[in-house]
């Protein structure tokens, strides 16, 4: 298995719900990412983990909360998004930490629309 | 941490017509990454460049690094509509941690 899974696919939730972005690998990659896209934009980074352990949150708001429950699943929670976070949420792997030389293994995204 | 810039922002070329995408760094870059993320897609890895100086091909795309390694340039050449999309390339950033994209060049090709 070479591919990093998310669901949903695409998610329309409205300002005052609460959602879950999935993300799942089994390349046995250490690091995941979560990145967020806007249309016509390169992939902005949001948070980082390595060994299942938080090592960077790009100053992301509260209302973003990712978890890592094991090695191969990556969630991000959603709650009381505004219009504004609309946009492509990409879930990312990559074998080892830190300077570690690979290519990133990214997921078909989750197309996010706040209403 | 490192801003890494890349030229064109757009790029419109006839099918057979060569196509070269530029990315420079303020800083010296311990290696770049290159991806391709097609329209409606995601970004799919191409290459990884670590030596100055390093050239490295794929069929009809060249990749190149800096002596200096602080800048980059994919070309292709003899452009297919295959290759329609847009090609970032990236640095690692925060200590090697996590990549930092340039903000991509769209290639669009025209039969």
């Known amino acids: 298995d070479t591919e990093v899974t998310q669901t949903p696919k695409h998610l329309v939730m409205g300002m005052t719900n609460k959602k879950s972005l999935k993300c799942e690998q089994h390349?046995?990659?250490?690091?995941m990412y979560w990145y967020k896209q806007k249309a016509k934009k390169p992939p902005e980074l949001m948070f980082v983990y390595s060994y299942e352990k938080l090592s960077i949150n790009e100053s992301v708001p509260s209302r973003f909360s990712p978890e890592c429950p094991n090695s191969s699943l990556l969630n991000l929670h959603l709650h009381a998004l505004q219009p504004e976070d609309s946009a492509l949420y990409l879930c990312?792997?990559?074998?080892?930490?830190?300077?570690?030389?690979?290519?990133?293994?990214f997921g078909s995204g989750t197309r996010l629309t706040v209403v | 941490g490192q801003q890494v810039m890349q030229i064109p922002q757009y790029q419109h070329v006839q099918e057979g017509e060569d196509f070269t995408t530029y990315c420079n760094s303020s800083t010296t870059l311990s290696n770049i990454q290159w991806y391709k993320q097609r329209p409606g897609g995601h970004p799919v890895f191409l290459i990884q460049l670590v030596k100055s100086g390093e050239v490295k091909k794929q069929k009809r795309l060249t990749f190149q690094f800096g002596e200096a390694k602080k800048n980059s340039s994919l070309h292709i050449t003899a452009t297919q509509t295959t290759d329609v999309g847009t090609y970032f390339c990236a640095g690692l950033m925060n200590s090697g941690y996590a990549l930092n994209f340039g903000k991509g060049t769209s290639l669009l090709v025209t039969p």
């Open positions: 390349m046995g990659h250490r690091a």
């Open positions: 990312a792997s990559r074998q080892g930490r830190g300077g570690s030389n690979y290519g990133y293994t």
